[in-house]
């Protein structure tokens, strides 16, 4: 129901159908000779969109197109990006989103979600109600500080947390009105966009140290003041705040995560032990898998940590687990000697020299894993990778940085330096490889899309109070066990995203019953849904937003 009327009603995305207006709504809305007068069904207007898409020239122009699509008409901007997954998702977030990151202050044209700067500090309780929306469900925020591997980006970032929640909305279904992305301006460090005439954030260095903890405790409370119930993904801060604010908040507050440590950590487990079916082996042989990691920050660590659960989880003591992995910074091994902080103390390695090269730890340590954390494009070069292809039958090899530029080696190097042999998973979008014997070398995404939109959909649901490495365990042992033995074999790791809305309800199902178990169902479900996991997957799927036109009632 609404009370707009006439160019009201077109130029607001919730509201408008474009060519698809009824004539009753053209006439209750006096929407009369303001639009053509053919009504058009939505596959029609899909059809429209996509052969303008390709036209496009480049992806950044692409981007742009979708970005004024998505400001015209929501449902049609969605109706597309479901309906076309695999192809628009790149362009909507990585790796194009990166591109489009680095650009922002020249291709800005209309706000989106929330801008909270220190100048704004003393308003944030009373700014909170500037957003017109009472029921958020979902909150992505970032402060810009590392963006994918592109450095500091400040105000520059925002692309990051609407790209993010545009995937809540096409995999899971949460609905795009009860998501909110925000832009936590503390300053930048990016000298040279601060002597841009043209960019949007504050002209001043980053804030730090207790200054910036404190301003991320009053932005918390606003937040939690207005939306007390809401989930909240931290997502691109620097290495060194995102374990602190995670830690900070994962209890005290209401449910938040930090998608670069546990989501991808999640995704992880779900490519290592699909990797196991692929390597025809059980999963509980993950205590026996030696991991080489290269790149010992946030996401590094806690996807170190989230694999070091899953091996606790199959059986493993925690202490023995952590003797399985390596890691690896800019200086070499996590070796004897080396002062270290936080959980990078747990992946120290008493029995090697610290600094170690990765050429050297391969040989020494023969790794039937070897992750790529690192942000480094190029890291896993062909001496790294011929090595470790000398003692495995089947090198697994995930180059998880992203864009793809930043990918520690592409696959056609990972499948042509171990003859064909290699499980790969990257986390930036390839082609698949033809193989020297005209065989596919299957290329799979260790996309986080297969995690958190659906970790979303249940906590938004069942109204989960709590976050926990359990849910994101769960989460993973379930990806993986998705794909059928015959396309594991092949070396296909994961559904196909075709299947993403399926797969976020499974995934919503699996974590809905970890967090009965845990007591922190807040929201009394349908006894039905709880017969089993199949009766919690289908409630799930009719709990998702389905971007179709309803019929628009005149207030």
């Not at 480049?58 to 479901?82: A, W």
């Not at 002209?203 to 910036?212: D, F, H, S, V, W």
């Not at 374990?243 to 938040?256: G, I, N, T």
Request: charged share 20%; with cysteine.
């Amino acid at each position: 129901m609404t009370s707009q009327r006439r160019l009201g009603v077109i130029h607001d995305p919730a509201l408008n159908r474009g060519t698809a207006f009824s004539t009753d709504e053209r006439e209750r809305l006096l929407l009369r000779g303001l639009v053509p007068p053919r009504q058009q069904p939505l596959h029609h207007q899909v059809k429209r969109v996509m052969e303008t898409y390709m036209t496009q020239r480049t992806n950044l122009d692409k981007f742009q197109f979708l970005s004024l699509l998505m400001d015209r008409n929501t449902v049609l901007f969605y109706r597309c990006l479901v309906d076309h997954f695999e192809q628009l998702a790149p362009i909507v977030y990585t790796p194009v989103v990166g591109e489009a990151c680095l650009k922002f202050h020249a291709i800005y044209r209309r706000t989106r979600g929330m801008y909270f700067s220190l100048l704004d500090r003393p308003h944030f309780r009373t700014m909170v109600y500037n957003w017109p929306i009472d029921d958020v469900d979902v909150i992505v925020v970032t402060d810009g500080s590392r963006v994918l591997s592109l450095g500091d980006l400040g105000c520059n970032s925002m692309n990051i947390p609407i790209g993010k929640l545009s995937l809540y909305v096409s995999a899971a279904g949460i609905s795009p009105s009860r998501t909110l992305p925000i832009v936590l301006d503390v300053g930048t460090d990016n000298l040279q966009l601060r002597e841009n005439p043209l960019y949007l954030g504050l002209n001043r260095p980053r804030l730090r140290g207790k200054a910036y903890y404190d301003l991320l405790d009053e932005w918390m409370s606003a937040i939690r003041h207005r939306w007390p119930n809401t989930l909240i993904q931290f997502e691109d801060f620097a290495s060194e705040a995102a374990e602190k604010l995670l830690d900070r908040y994962r209890v005290s507050s209401a449910p938040c995560f930090n998608d670069d440590i546990q989501s991808t950590g999640s995704i992880a487990i779900a490519a290592l032990l699909s990797s196991l079916r692929a390597r025809e082996k059980s999963m509980r042989d993950i205590k026996d898998d030696r991991i080489v990691c290269v790149g010992a920050g946030s996401a590094g660590v806690g996807v170190c940590e989230g694999l070091v659960q899953a091996m606790q989880y199959y059986g493993m003591a925690k202490q023995d687990a952590y003797r399985n992995f390596y890691l690896l910074d800019e200086n070499g091994l996590l070796g004897r000697g080396r002062p270290l902080i936080g959980n990078r103390v747990n992946f120290s390695r008493d029995d090697l020299q610290d600094g170690m090269s990765l050429v050297d730890v391969v040989k020494a340590v023969k790794p039937t894993v070897l992750l790529g954390l690192s942000g480094v494009g190029g890291l896993f070069t062909e001496d790294v990778v011929r090595e470790m292809a000398k003692h495995v039958e089947k090198p697994v090899i995930f180059p998880m940085s992203n864009p793809s530029v930043s990918s520690e080696c592409t696959p056609e190097q990972a499948f042509n330096w171990t003859d064909g042999r290699a499980v790969v998973a990257t986390g930036s979008p390839f082609e698949n490889v033809t193989l020297k014997d005209g065989s596919i070398g299957y290329t799979n995404q260790a996309n986080n899309v297969y995690s958190f939109p659906g970790l979303g959909l249940a906590v938004t649901v069942a109204r989960i109070s709590c976050v926990t490495d359990e849910m994101f365990l769960a989460a993973g042992r379930h990806v993986a066990q998705l794909s059928s033995d015959e396309e594991v074999r092949k070396g296909i790791l994961f559904p196909p995203v075709t299947q993403l809305r399926d797969v976020s309800a499974e995934i919503a199902a699996a974590v809905v019953f970890v967090a009965r178990a845990a007591g922190l169902v807040r929201r009394r479900l349908p006894d039905m849904a709880w017969e089993s996991h199949d009766s919690m997957v289908q409630y799930m799927k009719s709990q998702m937003w389905e971007p179709k036109y309803g019929h628009l009632v005149a207030k």
